[in-house]
Structures are given as structure tokens and as C-alpha cells.
């Protein structure tokens, strides 16, 4: 039986089975890219974040971690530098209460830049994460023109030195990707809410909006959240609490 | 009624053309090394950014498709209103039409982050996108545009003209609208998401593109030196001072409505008060330079008889315009969105802040290269075809012309 397999191929079975290699190693990164991963997402479950702006300190942690995972580095330029995430301050006038949040791609429900889009490239997965797919993104901007959180950056200048699994193209426009390599690798977190939890704050929860036995949903259902810009009826994925 | 319109390609020879010629050729060469400079450098060596998504060439694009659609007015008045008079004008309409329409639209994709996906956005659409739908429609309005040249330009097609001009007028409307959701499809910021930004944008094409029609009308004659009736010179010009009209009523009633809901007050005050350089292009730009004073021009008893004032006019309605236009792209992008009503914001990202933009000279070369290829494309098409009626004298364009004018109704009765 060894004996049988480990015989020397035949010429058609070593040119069938190249043929075969080559198929799979070049159709199988696009089949994986446009499909979660098995292990990244199981049917019904939707991603998403809960912020406690009432624990959000004075830090960065967050989009310092962000853009460190991801490669987003800035070239001094702020007006054209790409963020993914960042930390809004706000203040009532009436009160002059004021408190910080993060603000990153809402990973809306009925995403307004996957509606604009002209070529499909902003797309949102079965799972919940909203996407730019960087091989059909043509970079007209259109989704920034009608995204309300202004999570989204276009990439003004040629890039360098960038994370193998968050790739970036000059001229084509990118936004957080709720650490997408994570939740396909099988992770359960992303960069953000991991930074947040070891600078001891604890205000950004990850998890599964759908599983009402998840720590998110927990929290949700015990002290309520409410989504940014809410009116529009959106149904983002990141929730808040204390706006 | 009216005899055969004799149309005849321009002669060409003169060095007054070929200057022309030059002129507009190193335009577009501008227009193309700013392309260039764009795409090796990025969008950094622009004025746009994070935060004005859309700049100037912007600007010149999206007057360059308003205009387009607005410059088969006139053909659309001869095929589809029966107006016999401007039948001699309806293939130099239609050429304008498909030309200023190819200028925005290279001006569009060459801004493009990948003008070299163009390609993509041929073959991948998201339909519940109007920016997909503009890509048939612009491309669309392009193809019966040029079978309805053909079709009045072949004599033996000339009896299906009026159906094709009533498909491309319908088209164009349509094509409009479409231009005009591009902002008023976007629900996120207040100077947008809008209904009437659709019809208002109609509105504006049809005085914008008559108002380019004119001009290249008399420029046209002119140079040529063929004859050019007033007869005809004086219907247009006052159509072109009632869709001035129309586009302040539209504008009118925008502002009104938003001043009337307390949320937007903030955007208003912003475009029409305090917000620097847009109230000055709305009010001394838009209103009184591109509106008001042609108006005045236009209808004024001694004034409008003279071709310096009728061109003057159409030149301002054009500034005024873009001045509209840039309030509307520009203005409408540097207010800052309303994420947290009620409350004070700042970030590092520029949350909160009016968006500063100063445009650059590369996204003005750009624009200038769309204007550029618009007008070169004219240019050519009436010095090898034959686009423009020998003669628009008045006895020419309505033979009846002589017989009335004794009656004092020379002007038309709009």
C-alpha cells in the first residue's frame, strides 16, 4: 500500500497536479479575500463595538494601537493623513461638561458609502464589517462624501513599508476594518479595545451583537447604547454609551 | 415654412483659427501634465484633502456636464417644440453638447484617485449608486446626442430627427437630475440632501448651457464672418434671461426652506453670512455679478440690442456659474458635519472646524484642459463639418421675418 503511494508520478499526474497548484495558489487568495474565513465568522453573527465614554480617558491608547497595527503612519501632513480611528472631544456649552471618545468606521447596517459607491468596492460582509475593496476602489470619493462620521481617509501620496495584511494604494480610499485579519485569524479583539483594556480603562468592549449571551450584548441589554447620529437610522455597529 | 438650412464647414485657413487651435491645444496639454503631476504624486499636491474630498476641478467638471445638457436647448426647442426658426442652430447645439460633456468627463476620470481603473468602473456597478447611474447616463446622452446629429445632418434620416431629439431632451432631463442627486442623494450633510438640488440643477443647465451656446454663437459669426440675424440672437437672449430667473427662484426657495428649519441655521448662516469666501461668491459671485446684472443687461430696452452686452451677459451668467457651483461643491463640504448636535467638537482629525481649502494650480490646469478639450473639440468638428448655417440673417431663419417686423413683434413673445 506505501509502496503504491509513494510510487514516482507519471508525467500526466505531475502536469494535472501542477496545473491544479497553480489554480488553487492563484484563485485561492481572491476566494478567501471576498469570503470570511471559516474560522473568522460562523453564519449570523454580527461584529461590533461598545464604547463607555464615561471610562475613555485622557489617552490615545486606542489609535495609537490602531495605526500601529495596521500600518497607518502619518508624513506630517494632518489634513491629508490617513486616520482610521480617532479621539473626539466634546463639550455642552450649557454645562461645560466635557468627555472624549473614539470615533472609527460606525460598520453601519445600511452603510450610505456601500449605497453610493459606484463600482461596489464598499461593501459590507455577511458579518457585519463594513470594507473598501482595494483592487475595484477607483478613489472618486463619493463615500466620503456621504459617510456622517467622516471614518473614512482617501490616500493622498505613495506609500511605503505597510502591513502585509492591511494593504494601502495610493488613490483609493480606506477606513477601520474592525481588525478584520484578527477576526479571520480566529482572534476575538482588535487593536483598539486591546490597547484600551491594558491602559486599564476598559471602555471599548468587542463582540457579537447577535449572541445575546455575548459580553457586548450583556451590556447593552443591562445599560442601553445609543448610536452617533442615530436619526439616520443607520444601525451602526458601534454603540455608545454616555454621549 | 423656412427654406433648407445650408450648412457649411468653416473655411479654417485663417491664422485667427489656427491660433484658436494652439490655444486650445496647449490647454488640454496643460490639463494633461497636470494629470500626470496628479497621479505620480498623489492628491497631496492638490488643495483637497480629508476633508474637501472635492475641489476645483470639481468645479469645472461638474459646470462642464450642466452646461452640456443645457446646450441642446436649442435643438431640443426646434425638434421638440416645433420652433422652425432654430432649426439652422440644432447640429452646432448637439455638437456642443457631446463636446462640453466630453470635457467634464475627462476632467472627472483624470481626478479619479485610479484613472486607470477606468475600466473597473465600466465593468463592476452597484446600481443603487446614482454615481453608476450617471456613468449610463452620461455615456447614454453621448451616443443619442450623436445619432440625432446624425440624424439631422443626413438628409435621408432627417424624418426621425424629432424622435430622437424628444429621447435625447427626456435624457437630458433625466441626466440632470441625476447630476443633481449626486447631491441631494447625500442624506449626511446639511447643505446637501435636498430634492430640489435636482430640478434646481436643471434649472442651471438650461442657463448655463445657453448661456455657452451664445457666446460661441457670436464668437462663431464673428470670426467667420457669416451673417447673424438679431431676430435670432434676440429670442435667445431673453430665453437666457428667464432661466437666469428660474435659477433664483430655485435658489430662493432652497435657502428659504433650510431657513426655515432651526437645525439649519448653522449651514445658512454659514453660506450666506459668515462663512468668508462663500457668502462673497454667493452674493457679489452668484447673485449680483452672475445673476442681477445679466438680468439687467438682458432685458434693458437699449442695452440688449448690442451683441457686446448680450455676450457680456453670457459670459457673467457662465462666472456666476461656477461661482455657484463652488459655493455648492466647496461651501457644502467645509461646513463642518453635525455629528454631536448640541455639542463642541474637536479632534485632531477636524472635526467641529470649517474645512480651509485654497485650490491649487494643478487642479486648476485640469479644469482649464476639460474646458480646453470642450471647446478644441468644437472647433475642429465646424472646421471639417458641416455645422453652422451659412447665414442667420433674419430673412434666412424665418422668411416671414420681413413681412412682420413692420408690425413691431421682431422679439419673440417669451
Redesign the interface.
Known amino acids: 500500500m506505501s509502496q503504491k503511494t509513494s510510487a514516482p508520478l507519471s508525467r500526466r499526474q505531475f502536469i494535472t497536479g501542477a496545473a491544479a497548484a497553480v489554480a488553487s495558489v492563484t484563485v485561492a487568495p481572491g476566494v478567501f479575500l471576498m469570503r470570511p474565513a471559516e474560522a473568522g465568522t460562523a453564519e449570523g453573527v454580527r461584529w461590533g463595538l461598545l464604547i463607555d465614554s464615561n471610562r475613555c480617558g485622557d489617552c490615545n491608547a486606542c489609535v495609537t494601537a490602531c495605526h500601529e497595527e495596521n500600518g497607518v503612519r502619518g ?1 506630517d ?7 482610521w480611528i ?9 454645562t461645560g461638561y466635557s468627555h472624549s471618545l473614539p ?1 472609527m468606521c460606525q460598520h453601519c447596517e445600511h452603510p ?1 458609502c ?8 464598499s461593501f459590507r460582509r455577511a458579518d457585519g464589517i463594513v470594507l473598501v475593496n482595494k ?8 463615500c ?7 471614518a ?7 506609500l511605503t513599508d505597510q502591513a502585509a495584511h492591511a494593504p494601502r ?5 480606506e477606513s477601520c476594518t474592525l481588525c478584520v485579519h484578527r477576526i479571520d485569524r480566529g482572534e476575538r479583539t482588535t487593536a483598539c479595545v486591546e490597547a484600551c483594556h491594558e491602559q486599564g480603562n476598559g471602555a471599548m468592549i468587542f463582540g457579537d451583537l447577535n449572541d445575546p449571551d455575548s459580553a457586548i450584548s450583556r451590556e447593552l441589554a443591562e445599560h442601553g447604547g445609543t448610536a ?2 442615530a436619526d ?1 437610522g443607520l444601525n451602526p455597529g458601534v454603540r455608545y454609551q454616555g ?1 | 415654412m423656412t427654406a433648407k438650412p445650408q450648412l457649411r464647414a468653416l473655411e479654417g485657413r485663417s491664422g485667427g483659427y489656427y491660433g484658436l487651435l494652439g490655444i486650445l491645444v496647449v490647454a488640454i496639454g496643460l490639463g494633461l501634465l497636470a494629470a500626470v503631476l496628479k497621479s505620480t504624486h498623489g492628491h497631496h499636491i492638490t488643495g483637497m484633502d480629508n476633508q474637501i474630498v472635492w475641489g476645483l476641478p470639481h468645479v469645472f467638471a461638474i459646470f462642464l456636464i450642466v452646461a452640456a445638457s443645457g446646450a441642446l436647448n436649442v435643438a431640443s426647442i426646434a425638434s421638440v417644440f416645433g420652433r422652425t426658426i432654430y432649426k439652422p442652430l440644432a447640429p452646432l447645439s448637439g455638437l456642443l453638447a457631446v463636446a462640453l460633456l466630453a470635457g467634464g468627463l475627462a476632467i472627472l476620470v483624470l481626478d479619479l484617485g485610479r484613472p486607470d481603473r477606468l475600466v473597473v468602473a465600466m465593468t463592476h456597478y452597484n446600481f443603487k449608486s446614482i454615481f453608476a447611474w450617471n456613468i449610463f447616463l452620461y455615456t447614454g446622452f453621448m451616443a443619442i446626442v450623436l445619432v440625432y446629429l446624425w440624424f439631422l445632418m443626413e438628409r435621408r434620416m432627417n424624418g426621425y430627427a424629432p424622435a430622437a431629439g424628444m429621447l435625447a431632451f427626456v435624457w437630458r432631463l433625466i441626466l440632470t437630475t441625476g447630476t443633481g442627486a449626486i447631491f441631494g442623494f447625500l442624506v449626511a450633510r446639511e447643505a446637501y440632501d435636498a430634492a430640489i438640488l435636482a430640478p434646481l440643477f436643471i434649472a442651471m443647465s438650461f442657463a448655463f448651457g445657453l448661456a455657452v451656446f451664445l457666446l460661441i454663437t457670436l464668437a462663431a459669426y464673428r470670426w467667420s464672418e457669416r451673417p447673424l440675424g438679431d431676430l435670432i440672437l434676440h429670442r435667445l437672449k431673453n430665453l437666457l434671461g428667464i432661466f437666469v430667473a428660474a435659477v433664483l427662484y430655485f435658489v430662493a426657495v432652497y435657502h428659504l426652506t433650510n431657513l426655515y428649519a432651526t437645525r439649519l441655521h448653522g449651514v445658512e448662516a454659514f453660506l450666506l453670512l459668515g462663512g468668508g469666501v462663500y457668502p462673497l461668491l454667493f452674493w457679489v459671485g452668484q447673485i449680483v455679478l452672475g445673476s442681477l446684472l445679466p438680468l439687467a443687461l438682458l432685458f434693458h430696452p437699449v442695452w440688449s440690442r448690442s451683441r457686446k452686452v448680450i455676450a457680456t451677459a453670457s459670459a457673467l451668467v457662465i462666472l456666476g456659474g461656477l461661482a455657484q457651483l463652488y459655493v455648492i461643491i466647496i461651501g457644502g463640504q467645509a461646513y463642518p458635519m453635525d455629528m454631536f448636535p448640541g455639542l463642541e467638537v474637536s479632534s485632531s482629525f477636524h472635526d467641529g472646524v470649517v474645512a480651509p481649502y485654497t485650490p491649487t494650480l494643478v487642479e486648476f490646469l485640469l479644469g482649464i484642459g476639460g474646458v480646453g478639450l470642450a471647446l478644441f473639440l468644437v472647433v475642429v468638428a465646424i472646421r471639417f463639418l458641416h455645422f453652422l448655417p451659412v447665414s442667420l440673417a433674419d430673412h434666412k431663419v424665418d422668411p416671414h421675418h420681413a413681412t412682420r417686423a413692420d408690425t413691431g413683434t421682431a422679439s419673440a413673445g417669451t
Open positions: 508624513m501632513r494632518p489634513r491629508t493623513d490617513a486616520q480617532r479621539k473626539v472631544e466634546l463639550r455642552d456649552p450649557e470615533v450610505p456601500e449605497d453610493v459607491c459606484p463600482t461596489g468596492a483592487h475595484t476602489c477607483i478613489g472618486c470619493r463619493y466620503m462624501m456621504a459617510c456622517p462620521y467622516k473614512r481617509s482617501f490616500i493622498h501620496e505613495t494604494g495610493k488613490g483609493t480610499v452617533i447620529r439616520l454621549i
